[in-house]
Nanobody
Framework: QVQLVESGGGLVQPGGSLRLSCAGSGRAPTYYTMAWFRQAPGKDREFVAGRTWGAIADYADSVKGRFTVSRDNAWKTAILQMNSLQIADTAVYYC?????????????????WGQGTQVTVSS
């Protein structure tokens, strides 16, 4: 069974950093594009950042300059490095993947999803 497994969430103070990791497990297909979305209570799921296997990246304006998304050499893992975290970044973060080599901000275009990991920014 194909799964995306996330790790790295937690509690951090404003201005701090966290590193989220997402790895494909099982008989994982080719993840040409992997992306991160987040969902805060009472809000819709929103795009955060994504990166293709060919290193094309896209970021939401709210995280540009603070977050960095990278892929490992095996291209079945995505890392989201989050710096200068703000209270507004508090949400459940989800990893998503698809077999098409374009970054999309529409969650409906992604075939595979992780279970989500909680990120809480609080003083």
């Amino acid at each position: 069974q194909v799964q995306l497994v996330e790790s790295g969430g937690g509690l951090v103070q404003p201005g701090g950093s966290l590193r989220l990791s997402c790895a494909g497990s099982g008989r994982a297909p080719t993840y040409y594009t992997m992306a991160w979305f987040r969902q805060a209570p009472g809000k819709d799921r929103e795009f955060v950042a994504g990166r293709t296997w060919g290193a094309i990246a896209d970021y939401a304006d709210s995280v540009k300059g603070r977050f960095t998304v990278s892929r490992d050499n095996a291209w079945k893992t995505a890392i989201l490095q989050m710096n200068s975290l703000q209270i507004a970044d508090t949400a459940v973060y989800y990893c998503a993947a698809k077999g098409v080599r374009t970054v999309s901000r529409d969650p409906n275009e992604y075939n595979f999803w992780g279970q989500g990991t909680q990120v809480t920014v609080s003083s």
